[in-house]
């Protein structure tokens, strides 16, 4: 069972990889659960970047192959050295552009 599948509503917790933990479970799915859990922490923290690999923010140069990531934790850099500025900009729909925008902006626009 993924770590993503657990529910922030601690009542709705009662089974981890089909081993019951609802009340009044065998004494012996403590042991399971908890081990199972460990396991399901472990395959979690496996897929976690490494952060020793990525460039400081200051004066960084990246040189040969970015490492590539999607989904949460994913970063966001330019690959162009014209690009002299990196901040991002999160505005709600209908808001003006930023003033004075530098090469290398970047502006994402939601809707509220």
Avoid: C, W
Wanted: aromatic letters at 8%; zero cysteines; charged letters at 15%.
């Amino acid at each position: 069972m993924a770590v993503q599948d657990y529910s922030t509503d601690p009542n709705q917790n009662t089974t981890i990889s089909g081993i019951n933990i609802g009340e009044g479970m065998p004494p012996a799915n403590v042991n399971n659960a908890m081990r199972q859990m460990m396991a399901d922490i472990r395959v979690f923290y496996n897929g976690i970047p490494v952060t020793d690999i990525f460039a400081t923010k200051d004066a960084a140069v990246f040189e040969g192959t970015q490492p590539k990531y999607t989904g949460r934790g994913a970063m966001l850099h330019h690959n162009d050295p014209n690009n002299t500025s990196a901040r991002v900009f999160i505005l709600a729909e209908g808001s003006p552009n930023p003033t004075s925008p530098a090469n290398g902006d970047i502006v994402f626009f939601y809707t509220p």
